[in-house]
C-alpha cells in the first residue's frame, strides 16, 4: 500500500523518527493505527451513550427531529424521514 502525504506531514513524521530512533514506516504506522483506535473507541462510546439515553427515556420520535432538521437546514418537504437522515432520496424502506 501506498500513502501520498503533504511535504508537511513528511517532514514532521520525518523529524518524529529521527528524534525517537524509529523507522519512519514503523512510526507512521504506530501512529495511524493509534489514531484509528481512538476513532474507533470514540464511535463506541457515542454508541454506548445514545443507547444509554434511549433506555433511560431520553428519546425524541423521529417525525419531530425530522421536522427540526428541515426547518434548519431548509431541507425539502418531499423527502421521508428516513431519506433525511440517510442522506438519499429513493431510500426510504415503504
Do not use: C, W
Not at 528524534?19 to 462510546?45: H, P, S
Not at 428519546?59 to 437522515?85: C, G, Q, W
Request: aromatic letters at 2%.
Amino acid at each position: 500500500m501506498t500513502l501520498t502525504i503533504t511535504s508537511k506531514t513528511e517532514a514532521m513524521l520525518l523529524a518524529k523518527a529521527e528524534r525517537e530512533g524509529e523507522d519512519i514506516n514503523t512510526l507512521a504506522d504506530v501512529l495511524l493505527a493509534g489514531l484509528l483506535a481512538r476513532d474507533q473507541a470514540k464511535e463506541t462510546d457515542a454508541i454506548r451513550a445514545g443507547l444509554e439515553a434511549s433506555d433511560a427515556g431520553r428519546v425524541r420520535p423521529l417525525a419531530e427531529v425530522a421536522a427540526e432538521m428541515r426547518a434548519k437546514y431548509n431541507l425539502p418537504t418531499h423527502l421521508s424521514d428516513e431519506e433525511i437522515f440517510s442522506g438519499e432520496e429513493g431510500t426510504a424502506h415503504k
